[in-house]
C-alpha cells in the first residue's frame, strides 16, 4: 500500500476521512450548481434585458467561464498562503454574493459582474477539493475519495436542472412572479445561497491539510489529522518525508513549475493537456445544449428537458461506478477505456448527422439515424463520466509533486476553464455550420487524448503523494528518470 517503511497500512476506509473529503467536495457540488443553474433562466433573462443579440445573450451566459479561469489561476498561491480551508470560505462568499447579485440582477451587464463572481468561486474551489482530498486521503483510497469530487459536481449539475424547473413549474413560467413579487428565474440564483451557506460552515470545521501545516511548521496539527483522519500509523516518519518534498525553505511561486519542455516541466505539461482534452471533448455541449440536441431528434419541449434530466442521473450513476472502479483497476486503463468509447460514440453522431437536412435547431434526420443520434449521444455521457469526468480530477489532485502541487493544479484548471469557454463559445457557430463538423472535431479530440494518455500520462494508483516527482518524464504510463534536464531544475 505504501512506498515508504512509514506510509499508512490502514486496510479499511476511516470514515471521519470520508466526512472531510465531502465537505471539501460540496465546493463542487456548488461548482455545478453554479454553472447550470443559469440554462433554466436564459430565455426569461433575454426578454426582461432585452438581450435580442444572440452572440451577446451566449456571452452573458459564458462569461462566469472566464471568471473560472482566474479564480483556478490565483486559488493555488492563496491556498499556499493563506491554508486551504480558507480559500474554500472565500469561495463559499463568493458563491453567496454572486447568488444574491444575479438573483436582484437588474441589467445585463451588472448580471455578468455578478456571474463573474460566481466563476472566481466555481474556479477557485475547482482547485482547493481535489487538492485537499489528496492531501488527507490514504494512498490505498485515494482514488474513490477524489472521485467525490465528480460526483458532487454532477449532483449540483442535477439540482440545478431540477430547481429551475420546480421553480418554473409553481411559477408556471420563469419570467413569471413567483415569491415576495420577484420572477422565478431570480429564485434559480437566490436559492442557491443556501447550498453555499452550509459549504462555508463546513469548511470551517475542517481540518487544515497536514502538508499546508508541515509547510508552516505547525508539525503537532499535522501529526493530528494524520493520526485521526488519514490513519497513519509512524507519523513522525510522514511528517519527515512531507518535509523533505516540501523544500519548505523555498517560497513557492509560478516560476516553481519552470522546466525545459516548452517552458514548464513535462508533468505540469500533463495536467493541462489532461484539463484541456477533458474539455475538447465536448462534455460540456451535451449538457449546455441537450435540450436543442432532443428536440433536432424529433423530441418536443417537456420530452427535451425529461430526456435531459435522464442524462444527468445516467451521468451520477456511472460516477459511482468510476468511485468503485477507480482504486481497484487503476487511472490509466479507465482512460484509455474511456477515449475509445468517446471517440466511438462521437464518431456515430457525427456519421449520424452527416444523413439529417438543416442546421442548428432545424434539423430532420432519415430512417433511424435519429436514433443512432440519441444511442451515441448517451454512451458519450456513460464513457465521459465513468472515466474522463472523475479521472481527470483524481490525477490533478495527486500527480504533482507536494513542493508544486497547489500551483501546478491551479495552472491545469485554469487551462481547464479556459478550453470550456473555448468550446461553449464556438458550438453554436460549428453546429450553424455543420453539426457532423462539430461532432466529428469532438470524435478527433477523443483519438488524440486516447494516444496521449497512453504516451504521456502516469499510473499513480497507491502511490504516496510523497513518491510524485517533479525531475522525471512519463513514457507509456511509467515514471522515467529526465532527460531533458528538468532534475536540475528542480
Wanted: aromatic share 10%; charged share 15%.
Amino acid at each position: 500500500m505504501s512506498d515508504s517503511p512509514g506510509g499508512v497500512q490502514t486496510t479499511r476506509l476511516n470514515r471521519r476521512v470520508v466526512g472531510i473529503s465531502i465537505g471539501a467536495a460540496l465546493g463542487g457540488f456548488l461548482f455545478g450548481f453554479d454553472s447550470s443553474v443559469i440554462n433554466g433562466a436564459v430565455d426569461a433573462l433575454r426578454e426582461d434585458f432585452g438581450m435580442s443579440n444572440d452572440t451577446f445573450a451566449g456571452f452573458v451566459v459564458a462569461s462566469a467561464l472566464l471568471g473560472c479561469a482566474v479564480g483556478a489561476w490565483f486559488a493555488g498561491s492563496l491556498a499556499d498562503k493563506y491554508g486551504r480551508i480558507r480559500v474554500m470560505v472565500l469561495a463559499a462568499i463568493l458563491f453567496i454574493v454572486s447568488a444574491l447579485g444575479s438573483g436582484l440582477a437588474v441589467g445585463a451587464y451588472d448580471l455578468m459582474l455578478w456571474r463573474i463572481i460566481g466563476g472566481l468561486a466555481i474556479g477557485a474551489a475547482s482547485v482547493i477539493a481535489p487538492a485537499y482530498i489528496a492531501e488527507v486521503s490514504p494512498s490505498k483510497f485515494r482514488g474513490r475519495l477524489g472521485s467525490l469530487q465528480q460526483m458532487a459536481i454532477v449532483l449540483g449539475i442535477f439540482a440545478a436542472l431540477l430547481s429551475d424547473q420546480l421553480l418554473q413549474g409553481v411559477a408556471g413560467g420563469a419570467g413569471e412572479q413567483l415569491w415576495l413579487g420577484q420572477e422565478a428565474w431570480r429564485w434559480m440564483f437566490l436559492v442557491e445561497i443556501v447550498p453555499a451557506t452550509i459549504y462555508g460552515l463546513a469548511a470551517l470545521r475542517l481540518p487544515e491539510s497536514p502538508r499546508y501545516l508541515v509547510n508552516k511548521g505547525r508539525d503537532e496539527e499535522a501529526a493530528d489529522v494524520l493520526r485521526t483522519f488519514s490513519g497513519e500509523q509512524d507519523v513522525d516518519h510522514k511528517i519527515d518525508e512531507i518535509r523533505e518534498t516540501l523544500h519548505i525553505e523555498d517560497k513557492q511561486s509560478l516560476g516553481d513549475l519552470r522546466g525545459s519542455a516548452f517552458g514548464l516541466k513535462p508533468i505540469v505539461w500533463t495536467g493541462i493537456l489532461l484539463s484541456v482534452f477533458q474539455q475538447f471533448v465536448g462534455i460540456n455541449v451535451i449538457f449546455y445544449y441537450s435540450t436543442t440536441l432532443w428536440q433536432s431528434v424529433g423530441f418536443d419541449s417537456d420530452q427535451a428537458f425529461l430526456t435531459s434530466t435522464i442524462t444527468s442521473v445516467t451521468n451520477i450513476v456511472v460516477t459511482i461506478v468510476a468511485i468503485m472502479l477507480v482504486d481497484r483497476v487503476g487511472r490509466r486503463l479507465m482512460l484509455l477505456v474511456g477515449s475509445t468509447g468517446m471517440a466511438i460514440s462521437l464518431g456515430l453522431m457525427a456519421i449520424a448527422f452527416s444523413q439529417a437536412t438543416g442546421t442548428g435547431d432545424d434539423v430532420a434526420f432519415s430512417g433511424n439515424w435519429d436514433t443512432v443520434a440519441v444511442v451515441g449521444a448517451n454512451a458519450f455521457v456513460v464513457f465521459f463520466g465513468a472515466t474522463w469526468g472523475p479521472i481527470v480530477w483524481v490525477l490533478l489532485g495527486e500527480m504533482f509533486p507536494n513542493r508544486i502541487r497547489a500551483t501546478a493544479l491551479a495552472v491545469a484548471a485554469a487551462a481547464q476553464w479556459l478550453a470550456n469557454f473555448a468550446i461553449t463559445m464556438t458550438f453554436p457557430a460549428m453546429a450553424s455550420f455543420s453539426l457532423t463538423f462539430a461532432y466529428g472535431f469532438y470524435a478527433a479530440m477523443a483519438v488524440l487524448s486516447l494516444v496521449f494518455v497512453y504516451f504521456r500520462v502516469p499510473e499513480t494508483k497507491g502511490m504516496e503523494l510523497e513518491a510524485m516527482r517533479d525531475d522525471v518524464q512519463v513514457k507509456r504510463g511509467k515514471f522515467v528518470e529526465s532527460t531533458m534536464g528538468d532534475a536540475a531544475d528542480s
